[in-house]
């Protein structure tokens, strides 16, 4: 027989896999009937809950959509790989590079909503620009630390950070439309990633 402790923690558990089941459901609709056409009783039907429990794990369909988008960010991630100061510059900048090409290749719902809405739709473009304005603070930061440390020259870092991301941003949504490229991705990103240290990599 199951304690309280026990029954409390599974409660928590069966809550946790609900809340991730509706953000996973959120982005598949929104992608495939856009934000404004798609209704709280579109997400709760397809997880196979009540529109009023959605309404116990968020108040609205734009706080369910802005913890969708949070939960499939590249933020996390970004930070983790940035706080390693060990490894050259070049080779930080390269992994970022390749995990944010994967992701937005695995994200494609997620950027599609973004994409679509964000010109129209105030609160997603709320979350777009959130989202843009922290990656490239945490990227100039770190683009920063290596100015001090004498392995890049100083320049403007928001320029930089933006140049990285838009690169590969294009690089994913274009990809199809240049398949007569002699560089495989790997290749791609490398020598984009060269092309920028190019001009601001300290000669000492």
């Given at each position: ?12 558990s ?19 009937g ?23 794990y ?14 499939h ?10 706080t ?5 510059c ?14 937005l ?18 609160e997603?473009k ?11 603070a945490?990227?100039?930061q ?7 440390a ?10 930089t ?19 007569s490229?002699s560089?495989?991705d790997?290749?791609?990103?490398e ?14």
């Amino acid at each position: 027989m199951k304690t309280v402790l026990e029954k409390s923690s599974s409660r928590k558990s069966q809550m946790e896999k609900r809340k991730l089941l509706l953000l996973d459901t959120a982005i598949s609709k929104f992608a495939e009937g856009g934000f404004a056409k798609t209704t709280v009783k579109d997400i709760a039907s397809s997880a196979g809950i009540s529109s009023g429990l959605m309404y116990h794990y968020f108040p609205s369909k734009e706080k369910l959509l802005e913890a969708a988008v949070e939960k499939h960010s590249f933020l996390p991630q970004m930070g983790r790989i940035l706080t390693d100061t060990k490894k050259p510059c070049r080779e930080v900048l390269i992994n970022i590079a390749v995990r944010f090409s994967d992701l937005l290749e695995q994200e494609k719902n997620s950027v599609r909503i973004l994409l679509q809405e964000g010109h129209s739709n105030a609160e997603i473009k709320k979350v777009w620009d959130s989202l843009s304005s922290e990656g490239s603070a945490i990227l100039q930061q770190f683009l920063s630390s290596r100015i001090t440390a004498g392995e890049l020259k100083p320049h403007d870092t928001e320029v930089t950070a933006r140049c990285l991301f838009s690169i590969i941003f294009m690089f994913n949504f274009t990809k199809d439309i240049f398949k007569s490229s002699s560089l495989n991705d790997s290749q791609f990103i490398e020598q984009s990633i060269d092309s920028i240290l190019n001009g601001i990599q300290s000669n000492k």
